[in-house]
T-cell receptor, first 110, second 116 residues
Framework: LAKTTQPISMDSYEGQEVNITCSHN???????ITWYQQFPSQGPRFIIQ???TKVTNEVASLFIPADRKSSTLSLPRVSLSDTAVYYC???????????FGQGTELSVKP | GAVVSQHPSWVICKSGTSVKIECRSL??????MFWYRQFPKQSLMLMAT?????????EQGVEKDKFLINHASLTLSTLTVTSAHPEDSSFYIC????????????FGPGTRLLVL
């Protein structure tokens, strides 16, 4: 399973754009890249998933370069409620297991 | 999006007793469910993979006789912590996937277990 590396923590201010980069150098051909958000004492919440290039939904964008060895989660105009731990995972979504790394603890300040 | 529920949301039990946690996929059929545990300030640790109608596959270091997993239907998996001890106190989270191409895993809200 591909191992992921993310910054342990990041600070930001309300209204700013936040970009969290994840490295996954040994990603496999069948692996997708998925990002989750977790608040204390809650299960992870799906944010976005992609395979290559760029994916955008109503809450975030995911940028994946051609070599797929890294990915960047972009959160536009963060608010205080975006303070959470963000996990980047790679794996085969067809029933494949996901191994969580340490995640990035994002702190959004007023 | 897909909804996964867990019951109970929290449970307190005495040492030596067994506790059952249910995980349900509410609006889709889950061919595969996963069980995780999470200690305070730590990441999620995968315990086992459960496929409907077959035996669960446990991760290295997880005692299969202590953490009994049953995936009897496409919408329900259960985790039973047998002879619970204080060190089993943790946050248990399940996830489910339909297994279709490109389908991701959806997580339940978690169950807080406290063993006294």
């Amino acid at each position: 399973l591909a191992k992921t590396t993310q910054p342990i923590s990041m600070d930001s201010y309300e209204g700013q754009e936040v970009n969290i980069t994840c490295s996954h150098n040994n990603i496999a051909t069948n692996d997708y890249i998925t990002w989750y958000q977790q608040f204390p004492s809650q299960g992870p919440r799906f944010i976005i998933q992609g395979y290559k290039t760029k994916v955008t939904n109503e809450v975030a964008s995911l940028f994946i370069p051609a070599d797929r060895k890294s990915s960047t989660l972009s959160l536009p105009r963060v608010s205080l409620s975006d303070t959470a731990v963000y996990y980047c995972l790679v794996g085969d979504p067809q029933g494949g297991k996901l191994i969580f790394g340490q995640g990035t603890e994002l702190s959004v300040k007023p | 999006g897909a909804v996964v529920s867990q019951h109970p949301s929290w449970v307190i039990c005495k040492s030596g007793t067994s506790v059952k946690i249910e995980c349900r996929s509410l609006d889709f059929q889950a061919t595969t469910m996963f069980w995780y545990r999470q200690f305070p300030k730590q990441s999620l640790m995968l315990m086992a993979t459960s496929n409907e109608g077959s035996k669960a596959t446990y991760e290295q270091g997880v005692e299969k006789d202590k953490f009994l997993i049953n995936h009897a239907s496409l919408t329900l998996s259960t985790l039973t912590v047998t002879s619970a001890h204080p060190e089993d106190s943790s946050f248990y989270i399940c996830s489910a996937t339909s297994g279709r191409g490109g389908e991701t895993q959806y997580f339940g809200p978690g169950t807080r277990l406290l063993v006294l």
